[in-house]
């Protein structure tokens, strides 16, 4: 769980207009406007030109999501995350696997990026282990014993 703080230090160390800073800033968009699940994230489709068969309605503002079991539900998101979502969208549509129904793309044109032990965590270079890492709390000191004097 990251705080406000965190999350704008993460999106931050996400600006610009590479392939994998657009889809890292886009996925934590989604994760700070919706609270999906990382699995729910992962299974996130999107077809360019059958509506559909996507997930996303940028228009609309929302995102079918499959939960457990497959069910499906419909997430809202703001204008902002519409917004860094056509932004990836774009860089998306120049990527060697656009064509895979896949929403998240890997860098140096792999594959789609999987969802819990996979590789979809890897933001801006860093693994999610690391970012829990960076961004945890330090851990509290050890309580002292303090002495009392009995009479």
């Given at each position: 769980?990251f705080t406000g703080v965190e999350l704008s230090k993460l999106e931050r160390a996400c ?123 330090a851990p509290a000191a050890p309580a002292l014993a303090v002495p009392t004097t009995a009479?």
């Amino acid at each position: 769980m990251f705080t406000g703080v965190e999350l704008s230090k993460l999106e931050r160390a996400c600006q610009g207009r590479s392939f994998a800073q657009r889809r890292d800033a886009a996925v934590i968009s989604v994760f700070r406007a919706t609270g999906i699940r990382l699995s729910e994230l992962a299974g996130i489709r999107y077809h360019a030109d059958d509506t559909e068969r996507s997930d996303l309605d940028l228009w609309q503002r929302e995102i079918t999501i499959r939960g457990k079991n497959g069910k499906a539900r419909i997430v809202k998101i703001d204008y902002q995350t519409a917004r860094t979502l056509d932004r990836y969208i774009r860089a998306r549509a120049r990527h060697a696997q656009a064509w895979r129904p896949q929403l998240w793309l890997g860098v140096n044109n792999r594959g789609p990026m999987t969802a819990p032990g996979g590789d979809l965590m890897e933001l801006n270079g860093w693994t999610s282990p690391q970012m829990c890492a960076v961004t945890a709390p330090a851990p509290a000191a050890p309580a002292l014993a303090v002495p009392t004097t009995a009479s």
